[in-house]
C-alpha cells in the first residue's frame, strides 16, 4: 500500500497564490507518475497537472501558464505551484500516485485538500 499526506490548501482571494503538497509513503514502491486532480462542487473530478518519474509532465489546458508541476524524487513528494487563481478552481483537490509494488501497478488517491478562492 502506498499512503498519500496532502497538505497546502486553504482560502484564497481570486488572483492569489497557493502551494499544494503532497508525500508518498510506504514499503518497497516503485513510482510511476503522481499528479493532481480536482473536483469542484457539482462536478466530476478532472486532471490538473501530472508528472512522470522521468520528469516529463501534463496539465489541464485551463492551468497552463498559470499552474507548475514540480517532484522532488528523493522524497517521494510532488508540488503544485498554483498562481492566478480563479473563483471556479475552488474545489477539494486530490493527489494522485500511480505506483507498483510488484507488478502490476495501482493508481492510489490521497483524501484531498479543500482550496477555496474567493471573489
Known amino acids: 500500500q502506498v499512503q498519500l499526506v496532502e497538505s497546502g490548501g486553504g482560502l484564497v482571494q481570486a488572483g492569489g497564490s497557493l502551494r499544494l503538497s503532497c508525500a508518498a509513503s510506504g514499503s518497497r514502491f516503485s513510482i510511476n507518475a503522481m499528479g493532481w486532480y480536482r473536483q469542484a462542487p457539482g462536478k466530476e473530478r478532472e486532471l490538473v497537472a501530472v508528472i512522470t518519474s522521468g520528469g516529463t509532465t501534463n496539465s489541464a489546458d485551463s492551468v497552463k501558464g498559470r499552474f507548475t508541476i514540480s517532484r522532488d524524487s528523493a522524497k517521494n513528494t510532488v508540488y503544485l505551484q498554483m498562481n492566478n487563481l480563479k473563483a471556479e478552481e475552488t474545489g477539494v483537490y486530490y493527489c494522485?500516485?500511480?505506483?507498483?509494488?510488484?507488478?502490476?501497478?495501482?493508481?492510489?488517491w490521497g483524501k484531498g485538500t479543500l482550496v477555496t478562492v474567493s471573489s
Open positions: 494522485y500516485c500511480n505506483a507498483k509494488i510488484g507488478v502490476p501497478s495501482f493508481n492510489y
